[in-house]
């Protein structure tokens, strides 16, 4: 859902200018370069900025946190070290609408030297989940990372022991999402189809029977490199095994995105699970000592703990992490993508640049409402519409130290909230 109606809109825009940068598309945009209207862009000059006393950063102190940010990954010869030698382990970590389904396709989309994973750890926080609803957050965490490290060493025996039923001499019928992962959909780990066996996460290019983890394990083994993306892992520290595994070649991206965005699609997209918001933006005052607020609290500061540890490179990260915004992939999406398999040190492959530019095609054909005259930075503020002011200062509140390392700025009145001429989304990582 969040494919279709978020990213493809703004798929335009992208192509323009991946169009200026490099050739690679030019029959598509000259059919749709015809219809274009000029883009005026929506950043602000620093002149209104301080003339509306939106300058959240005391005048002069450029050492913003995202400034530094900014400055340390502008260098990124150093920060990425993207070497295309020896085989990567890519983990995608992000957290639930963040767009990390589509970048996670980016990787799926490789060809046949990936072998991709969506979600497997699924399995593993649905077992954990106690009666509270929660998971015990040590526990997980070391589930979490013990999971991992063997998916990325083409081992399933770990993760076999979380998926329910228990798959019987490696044979399952239930992995979490099967059909979202071209590897496990592959000919060569396909068989053949049973009549009367129900698989719910079934697979879409063809007709296959349950799942064989002894194929896919060898499959994996085939693969030059291997991705897996996840929405569950919560501190980047609890992975550093994995990076000092001499087995592996840990290449972490990180995938934020705008909490208030994130809370605006959250209660849409899981809407009785946020019926106390929906509650507090129209009635009452929201009690900021509510377990909704502070778990809105605890996710913010996690993600930016993780963030900040990733940006402190310490000897175990340096060249293996790299922080994405959301609203940059959504934005320049072929841009991002290649960056991202620079770092990773994996050639970008014409297969992911055919599907960037499918999907654009594909979506502009389903998607009545695709336009010329939309431009991509309204598309991915959209949030601002549709979240109250009182709900956004709450966000504000508890989250701001995070939108202010990830250059998100703060909306100080209604008013602002909905003028789009300022635009809340500092730069371009
Ligand atoms: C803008 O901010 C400055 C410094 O924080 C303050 O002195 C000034 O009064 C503010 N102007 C307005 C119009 O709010
Ligand atoms: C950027 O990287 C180059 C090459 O590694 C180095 O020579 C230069 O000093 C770096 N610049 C900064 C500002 O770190
Ligand atoms: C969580 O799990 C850890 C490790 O398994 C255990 O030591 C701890 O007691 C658990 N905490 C709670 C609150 O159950
Ligand atoms: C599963 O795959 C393995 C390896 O390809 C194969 O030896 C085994 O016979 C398969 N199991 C079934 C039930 O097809």
């Not at 602000?44 to 990954?73: E, H, I, T």
């Not at 918001?277 to 909704?292: G, I, Q, T, Y």
């Not at 502070?294 to 293996?320: D, F, H, T, Y």
């Not at 002011?389 to 709450?394: D, G, H, L």
């Amino acid at each position: 859902m969040r494919i279709k109606y978020t990213i493809p809109i703004v798929f335009f825009v992208a192509l323009v200018i991946i169009e200026k940068e490099n050739n690679i598309i030019s029959r598509v945009s000259d059919k749709l370069a015809s219809k274009q209207t000029p883009q005026t862009p929506i950043q602000p000059s620093a002149d209104v900025l301080l003339k509306q006393n939106v300058s959240f950063y005391p005048a002069g102190k450029l050492s913003s946190p995202f400034m530094l940010m900014k400055r340390r990954l502008e260098n990124y010869s150093d920060y990425w070290q993207g070497v295309a030698n020896g085989r990567k382990d890519i983990l995608l970590l992000a957290t639930t609408r963040t767009g990390s389904s589509f970048v996670g396709e980016f990787f799926n989309q490789q060809g046949d030297n990936m072998f991709y994973l969506f979600e497997p750890l699924w399995h593993v926080e649905k077992m954990l989940t106690l009666e509270t609803g929660g998971t015990n957050a040590t526990a997980a965490a070391k589930a979490y990372r013990d999971v991992l490290r063997q998916l990325f060493l083409c081992d399933f025996s770990l993760l076999e022991s979380f998926i329910e039923p228990r798959p019987v001499d490696h044979i399952t019928a239930s992995l979490f999402r099967r059909g979202s992962s071209s590897s496990l959909c592959e000919e060569s780990i396909c068989s053949p189809f049973v009549k009367g066996v129900f698989e719910r996460y079934h697979c879409m290019s063809r007709r296959c029977g349950p799942l064989n983890l002894t194929a896919a394990s060898e499959s994996c083994i085939q693969k030059e490199h291997r991705a897996i993306k996840s929405v569950r892992v919560r501190q980047l520290e609890t992975l550093r095994p994995l990076a000092e595994d001499p087995r592996l070649d840990m290449k972490f991206i990180q995938l934020v995105r705008d909490p208030r965005a994130v809370l605006a699609s959250r209660m849409v997209a899981f809407a009785p699970k946020y019926n106390n918001w929906k509650e507090w933006a129209v009635n009452s005052d929201v009690p900021m000592d509510d377990d909704e607020v502070k778990k809105l609290k605890v996710n913010c500061n996690n993600i930016r703990m993780s963030a900040e540890m990733g940006l402190r490179q310490p000897a175990w990260l340096r060249g293996r992490y790299m922080l994405v915004r959301y609203e940059d992939v959504a934005r320049f999406p072929m841009r991002k993508a290649a960056e991202m398999y620079q770092f990773a040190g994996i050639p970008f492959t014409p297969q992911v640049k055919a599907w960037i530019l499918k999907s654009t095609q594909a979506s502009k054909e389903t998607d009545g409402v695709y336009s010329t005259q939309k431009n991509s930075a309204e598309q991915v503020e959209k949030w601002r519409f549709s979240l109250p002011f009182k709900i956004v200062q709450v966000v504000q509140k508890v989250c701001g130290p995070t939108l202010k390392l990830f250059g998100y700025k703060f909306v100080m009145s209604e008013e602002m909230l909905t003028d789009k001429s300022i635009s809340l989304i500092e730069d371009v990582l």
